[in-house]
T-cell receptor
Framework: GQNIDQPTEMTATEGAIVQINCTYQTSGFNGLFWYQQHAGEAPTFLSYNVLDGLEEKGRFSSFLSRSKGYSYLLLKELQMKDSASYLCAAPSRNSGAGSYQLTFGKGTKLSVIP | DVKVTQSSRYLVKRTGEKVFLECVQDMDHENMFWYRQDPGLGLRLIYFSYDVKMKEKGDIPEGYSVSREKKERFSLILESASTNQTSMYLC??????????????FGEGSRLTVL
């Protein structure tokens, strides 16, 4: 099974840097996803890490440490439009037919203030 | 552009009614998923399907069933709606990937209220 933990809420200032942490416990590791979800909208894909280290994509970066069961999403030069929930998710093998399902953490609601 | 379409954005039903939520994807994806999202509980997987006519229970399948007769369409059925099924329902699809779900593409969601 999966156990995924992330902080419930965070607040940061426009122009600053914020780090959103995610810890996971999985029965078999097959990578880690980050999604962004604006209020009232569907989640959208941000990043996927399967190897240790930092992956940078513009203002957003995602880090993974498999040995520590830990990931973080780093948002630089924060903008007001970055106010959203950020969801950490990990795939795991379903006990049924052995296909894979994606389990999400409860999400971190980020508020960016002027 | 990738497109996952859910049939209804908002529904209001009465306790005991049968409810159908339809989802269609136009990307020829093998995998399709139904989640519900509730405040404080996050996204929870109800059912998913990795191929036509195949279905797998997720973490909270009780009170729900699904149907996948065609590759592009995945339906969620509430046989007898109850008030605790009031929620936002999100459909998603993805291409089959090795030891993974692949990137999920979500529909806009269907907000169901059961009175």
């Amino acid at each position: 099974g999966q156990n995924i933990d992330q902080p419930t809420e965070m607040t940061a200032t426009e122009g600053a840097i914020v780090q959103i942490n995610c810890t996971y416990q999985t029965s078999g590791f097959n990578g880690l996803f980050w999604y962004q979800q604006h209020a009232g909208e569907a989640p959208t894909f941000l990043s996927y890490n399967v190897l240790d280290g930092l992956e940078e994509k513009g203002r957003f970066s995602s880090f993974l440490s498999r040995s520590k069961g830990y990931s973080y999403l780093l948002l630089k030069e924060l903008q007001m439009k970055d106010s959203a929930s950020y969801l950490c998710a990990a795939p795991s093998r379903n006990s049924g037919a052995g296909s894979y399902q994606l389990t999400f953490g409860k999400g971190t609601k980020l508020s960016v203030i002027p | 552009d990738v497109k996952v379409t859910q049939s209804s954005r908002y529904l209001v039903k009465r306790t005991g009614e049968k409810v159908f939520l339809e989802c269609v994807q136009d990307m020829d994806h093998e995998n399709m998923f139904w989640y519900r999202q509730d405040p404080g509980l996050g996204l929870r997987l109800i059912y998913f399907s990795y191929d036509v006519k195949m279905k797998e229970k997720g973490d909270i399948p009780e009170g729900y069933s699904v149907s996948r007769e065609k590759k592009e369409r995945f339906s969620l059925i509430l046989e007898s709606a109850s008030t605790n099924q009031t929620s936002m329902y999100l459909c998603a699809s993805s291409v089959r990937a090795y030891k993974n779900t692949g990137e999920l593409f979500f529909g806009e969601g269907s907000r169901l209220t059961v009175l």
